[in-house]
């Protein structure tokens, strides 16, 4: 590692792999026109990290799709590829304890009050629906009480005045509950955006780790050193020294913000939000920040970004529970809400019990299907084909209602209160139907016609 911010990153991951990168030196706009970008390439099967050095209105280069290839995600965590979520748990296992700094980058220029204007930074507008242009990489790092342990989660974000952002803590997770505490004892919880970090820094904080167990502490785990960081002015709070660009403010629990609709990882426009509002009394950048913006809506960034973790620690939890799982997949068409497994089932219900613990433990699942080992658990088709020749509705489904789940599931009520569906599609052991077979010899003679075109014609 020759430094932990992400310009360090960008420049070994451009020599090592120029193939992954496309820097697009036309001018685009900020309005819409990179997501724009970012469709067309995904619906041409391509993924590369993008660079915009020339954006009209931004006073700086914008970065994206950082996440957007999970190959991509393998090589920044040092993974052989099919190795990524044991080499994930692996390195956040190892977390470790922060390395406070006095000074690093993103002390570089340091603006407050009066200097202070959030429309001067480079917001994207990402869809036509969206309210207006938004921060999405935003990581919000709050600490409790006692200055102790920290968090780390995104939040989108809109700029509302100079000073101001209307944010959403719709998922509910531990800041949600930190500014709870901060409201029984009738304070205001001190907060920092971290706008652009290393992308291990950005992997880390999509963990929904324990109350307990500080991200940054499992970002040092997958950077493989110490997070080195540097204390905000007005708060102290530990941001990464090398960050982009840091907002540091206030939430007051009291206080209402307008912000959504914005184009969410379900496809849909949802404007489902919590409106709290961050007031912002510092600016941190480094000298000659880039922005770093996360693609919005069910792109193949943002739903990397938030699973990669997730299913890791699913993997990790149901093997140690259930050691007949021997894969999970989040499948892309099912955003955060469909799960494959394949179980390698050795005694009968094994394969339920696995959906039974997936449905339990990921707040966002809503259907699990469950299939034999030899099924290929990353191909939808392959999923359907089990599901339509070994699932029987009437035996093999388990539906359970009132759990709480995401917000953003515009089929569920407001608060997310969602069914849960768990489908066995497995053979079960009365399953006595035959595999369609091809001879060796004849494979081997249509493996041979295959790889020679000219065999076509010869007959
Ligand atoms: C790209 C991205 C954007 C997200 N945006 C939001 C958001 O706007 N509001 C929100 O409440 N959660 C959002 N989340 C989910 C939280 O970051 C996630 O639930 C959080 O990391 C949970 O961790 P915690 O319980 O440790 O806080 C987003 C996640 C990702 C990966």
Known sequence: MTGQGLQDFLRDYEVAHPDDVRTVDREVSLDQDITAVV??????GEHPLLRFPCVKGADREVVTNLFASRARIERMLGAHPGEL?????HLAAGAMEMAELDGGPVTGRVDAGDRIDLFDLPLLTHFATDLGPYITSGIVVAEDATGGRGNLSYHRSVVASATSLGTSLHSRGDLWRLLQDAAASGRRLPVAMVIGAH????LAASARAPFDVDEREIAGGLLGEPLEVVRTPRHGLRVPASSEVVLEGEIDPAA??????????SGYSSDRSTR???????????KGAVWVDVVGGNSHEHLNLGRVPREAEMIAKLKDRFPSVVGVHYPNSGTHFHCYVAVDERRVGEARQAL????GWDPYLKTVVAVDADVDITSDEAVLWALATHFQPARDMMVIDGLPGSALDPSADKLGTTSRLALDATRGPDFDAQRIQISEAARAVGREI?????GDLDG
Do not use: K, S
């Open 450 to 454: 295959a790889a020679d075109r000219a």
């Open 276 to 286: 709290n509002r961050i007031d912002v009394c510092t600016v941190m950048q480094r």
């Open 356 to 359: 039974l613990g997936l449905l």
């Open 85 to 89: 979520h044991n080499r994930y748990q």
């Open 39 to 44: 469709w067309e390439l995904a619906d041409r």
């Open 256 to 265: 209402d913000e307008d912000e959504g609709p914005f184009g969410e990882f």
């Open 199 to 202: 992308p291990l820094f950005m």
